[in-house]
């Protein structure tokens, strides 16, 4: 390389340093006048309180959050008691066949599991039209849970 072309080089290069350090100077002076005009203007903020007990969306949307966790929660059994399964089945002789009887729970328990993830896509998919019905229908998803069928 030339003496003429690192010259030219390493002027470029203190060119665009000097244009970096300006423009991350100007970022700093543009937050600065930023922060300063919030903080002449006086903050408005709107409160309102949601009487819950005349408020259909957000007794809906209460009794929606409250289904949901009722579901992972049962979800959450589901798969706690599918790897315990499936321990059981991994502990017999290698290259045999899981037990018909554990096999069916699997299947059984898998399918569950499908079903309620499914009512956690309807109930995040709900508005308040309908809810009542889809809430029963969710409810009673799980019902067999509570009376310990699967």
């Known amino acids: 390389m030339s003496p003429k072309s690192r010259l030219l080089a390493f002027a470029l290069t203190g060119l665009a340093v000097v244009a970096c350090r300006r423009s991350a100077e100007g970022e700093r002076d543009e937050v600065g006048q930023a922060e300063l005009h919030s903080a002449r203007r006086p903050v408005e903020i709107e409160t309102r309180v949601i009487d ?37 089945g991994a502990s017999a002789a290698p290259g045999a066949e899981r037990p018909a009887a554990i096999d069916a729970r699997v299947h059984a328990l898998l399918e569950r599991r499908r079903q309620l993830l499914d009512d956690v896509a309807r109930i995040e998919r709900a508005d308040e039209h309908g809810w009542d019905e889809l809430k029963a229908r969710i409810e009673g998803d799980l019902a067999p849970a509570r009376r310990g069928r699967i």
């Open 52 to 88: 819950e007990t005349h408020d259909r969306v957000a007794i809906v949307r209460r009794e929606q959050l409250e289904l949901l966790a009722r579901l992972r929660a049962e979800v959450d059994a589901l798969d706690h008691e599918l790897v315990g399964l499936d321990g059981r």
